[in-house]
């Protein structure tokens, strides 16, 4: 919280959430610890004097436990020349980069105060709130900041292991056909296709044909043997009949 500013209760509201919302971007790399309200929960020191408290304090991971970097959110009343004189300039002065996060409204303001005042800010976003989340975005890195990202991000991907590469599978050519050579030194000419198999119902049409014929004839021959007595007699009697009248 600024000691020379008293902010209003609704944008100290708005100020606080973005502090809780910058500690969830920077965990991921860094431990970071905040300072919302009147909460002293780290502080750094500047030239031996008095400990600061920033909105952020930003602590490498590994055991040493260094000091990684400050941050400090401004509100639209509080981007002025005092907070700039007191706070940005005393945080700017350490080893370790300063971030300075403003309303999108107050961006030129910022960086017009950062370059009069020769104020070394390492990065200086704008935040925007976009319904019920806010938005970040850079608008000023310095140049220092820009070599330092492009080490760590070439240091990253250096350190990335590579996936392997798998050996392309080499393609079999494709056969050529066979041809049987004639006893002349003539190549033959391909074997003609072998007639198509007839379908089953055509089978069975042509199995039953003969079964059929070999039916009728049995049938002919009860027909003959089912004439009564009285025909086959009168059958006889014709023959002699005939020789009768030739006599």
Same mark, same amino acid.
């Given at each position: 919280?600024?000691? &020379? ?11 606080? =959430? ?30 031996? +004097?008095?400990?600061?408290?920033? *909105? ?11 000091? %990684? ?5 401004? +509100? ?30 107050? &961006? *030129?303001? !910022? ?14 976003? $704008?935040?925007?709130?976009?319904? *019920?989340? &806010? ?14 990202? =492009?080490?760590?991000? !070439?240091?990253? %991907?250096?350190?990335? #292991? ?29 074997? $003609? !296709? $072998? ?6 119902? +055509? ?17 002919? !021959? ?5 004439? #009564? #007595?009285?025909?086959?007699?009168? +059958? ?12």
């Amino acid at each position: 919280m600024s000691p &020379i500013l008293v902010r209003p209760v609704r944008e100290q509201l708005e100020h606080d =959430r973005v502090i809780r919302l910058l500690q969830a971007k920077y965990k991921k790399k860094f431990e970071a610890v905040i300072n919302p309200g009147h909460e002293q929960n780290a502080s750094v020191l500047v030239g031996g +004097t008095s400990p600061w408290f920033p *909105d952020l304090v930003l602590f490498t991971m590994d055991k040493g436990r260094k000091l %990684a970097g400050t941050v400090e959110v401004e +509100t639209a009343e509080s981007v002025n020349n005092l907070e700039a004189m007191s706070q940005w300039k005393t945080f700017a002065q350490q080893k370790a980069p300063f971030h300075l996060y403003v309303p999108a409204s107050s &961006i *030129d303001t !910022a960086k017009r105060m950062a370059v009069e005042m020769e104020i070394p800010v390492a990065e200086i976003w $704008a935040y925007s709130p976009l319904g *019920d989340q &806010i938005r970040f975005t850079m608008v000023h890195r310095s140049a220092a900041a820009e070599a330092k990202a =492009r080490a760590a991000a !070439a240091a990253e %991907a250096k350190a990335r #292991p590579e996936a392997p590469v798998k050996p392309a599978v080499p393609v079999k050519p494709a056969a050529p056909a066979a041809r049987a050579a004639a006893p002349n030194g003539r190549s033959r000419p391909p074997a $003609a !296709a $072998a007639p198509a198999a007839r379908p089953a119902a +055509t089978r069975r049409v042509a199995a039953a044909a003969p079964a059929a014929k070999a039916r009728r004839k049995p049938a002919t !021959a009860a027909r003959g043997a089912a004439k #009564p #007595p009285a025909a086959r007699r009168a +059958t006889a009697k014709k023959p002699a009949a005939r020789v009768q009248k030739r006599k």
